[in-house]
């Protein structure tokens, strides 16, 4: 019997969106089990949402979407260490543009020192959906505009958004 294809998806998910959910359903379909990792960013002061709250709304969002192979956890440590521990060979990391490319492929080279085996398979954005971003959505929260079409399933509240960063 062949190992699982296992992968981790990564990110701040600060929050969720609907480019993030792109990317997570493409992998769901080429993978048999797929981790959807939210990690503290360094680079990122404090953020916009709670980290349990990032949990909940990616959690919400996977489950609307019936994706039975996908299961979202937090990390706090490194990339490489949270593979390890659930067995993911694979890094999926998804590509809007030139930049990000740019920006993914250097991480990829990164990773491939903390832990050799680890393979980083890159995939395009929907072109409809380049322009959406975690910052975008932080944007529209800031200034009180429509979140329709930047967030899965409505799953956002701005309840839950930390107006004191």
Partial sequence: MAEPRIAMVTGSYDPITVGHMHLIRIAAGMFDKVYVTICANT???????????????????????????????????????????????????????GMDFAYEYDLAGIMKRFDPALETVFLPTDPTLACVSATYVRDLLKYGCSLEGSVPNGALTRALYRRDK
Avoid: I, Q
Avoid at 44 to 70: C, H, I, Y
């Fill in 43 to 97: 680079e990122k002061a404090g953020g916009a949402f709670l980290p349990e709250d990032r949990v909940t709304l990616a959690k919400d969002a996977v489950e609307k979407a019936g994706l039975s192979n996908v299961e979202v956890t937090l990390n706090g440590g490194l990339v490489s260490d949270a593979a390890h521990a659930c067995g993911a060979k694979y890094l999926v990391r998804g590509l809007r543009n």
